[in-house]
């Protein structure tokens, strides 16, 4: 052992500080003293978190439409609160006569996916995990819900809307493609085979005239929504009124006999 005297790394403070140490923690509520008060107006006024913040799911796209998620379940296996539910399926099942359509690209397309928010943490590994970039989280925070089954999100709440200009799954694969370059992005619209071939099999699908302008140079290529804060009359607020007015229709209605 060493005779030398111990030097701690931290520099000691002079008279002064030693004075000043015992109210040195105050420091923060003495400034914030002389502070006004500001008070958050929600939800009249909605304050967008950070940008890494964590908020609400959401299950995204390729830009001519097919869906990113693979059903590897590798989120469900990640997640530490086992929030989350995945099944995976064959995409040639996707479609009964029809083994050349595709959900996603590859082999497989999460046929299932469910979060349970109230269960979820908001942790994040989740979408560490994801192999395909498919779970990203946004700045939506309004998750209130009157109901424990409204907080069980399924795949049609956490899907990624369709952009302008894609087309609606299933369909083949963009041709010439492996999922490689789905996955290394250049994928960046669909193209006329596509289009064709869901005009074929699918002649009322609302996405063609908006895919086929984008396949004829009309219209630019897609781009992938994002994620936003919902609209005051988002789908809490849907489920509120909805078991609002359910609990009225269960109410008994009282005759004229029975009224005072």
């Known amino acids: 052992m060493s005779d030398q005297p111990y030097e701690p790394l931290r520099p000691k403070k002079g008279p002064l500080g030693e004075l000043f140490a015992p109210v040195a923690g105050f420091g923060v509520t003495f400034s914030s003293m002389f502070k006004p008060t500001v008070t958050e107006q929600y939800p009249r006024k909605k304050t967008p978190p950070q940008t890494r913040y964590h908020g609400r799911h959401q299950l995204n796209r390729y830009a001519d439409g097919l869906e990113k998620c693979i059903g590897c379940e590798l989120c469900a296996w990640a997640c530490p609160a086992d929030a989350i539910y995945v099944e995976g399926a064959d995409n040639a099942d996707a479609v009964d006569g029809a083994p050349e359509a595709h959900m996603s690209p590859g082999e497989r397309y999460g046929r299932v996916y469910q979060i349970n928010y109230l ?10 995990a994801c192999p395909t970039r ?6 939506d925070y309004e998750l209130a819900g009157p109901t424990r089954e409204g907080l069980i999100y399924e795949k049609q709440d956490l899907l990624a809307p369709l952009a302008e200009g ?7 694969m ?3 493609t492996t999922d490689t370059e789905y996955y290394r992005g250049e994928v960046t619209a669909p193209t006329a085979e596509q289009v064709d071939w869901v005009r074929e099999h699918r002649p009322d699908d609302p996405t063609l005239d908006a895919a086929s302008a984008v396949v004829a140079g009309d219209a630019p290529p897609p781009v992938p929504d994002t994620h936003h804060l919902r609209p005051d009359q988002d789908r809490a607020e849907a489920t509120r009124a909805a078991a609002t007015q359910s609990s ?13």
């Open 174 to 176: 963009a041709e010439g």
């Open 134 to 139: 498919a779970l990203t989280m946004g700045p």
């Open 119 to 128: 269960r979820c943490i908001f942790c994040g590994l989740c979408i560490e």
């Open 166 to 172: 894609m087309l609606a799954a299933p369909h083949p």
């Open 248 to 260: 009225l229709d269960r109410r008994p209605v009282q005759t004229e006999e029975a009224r005072p």
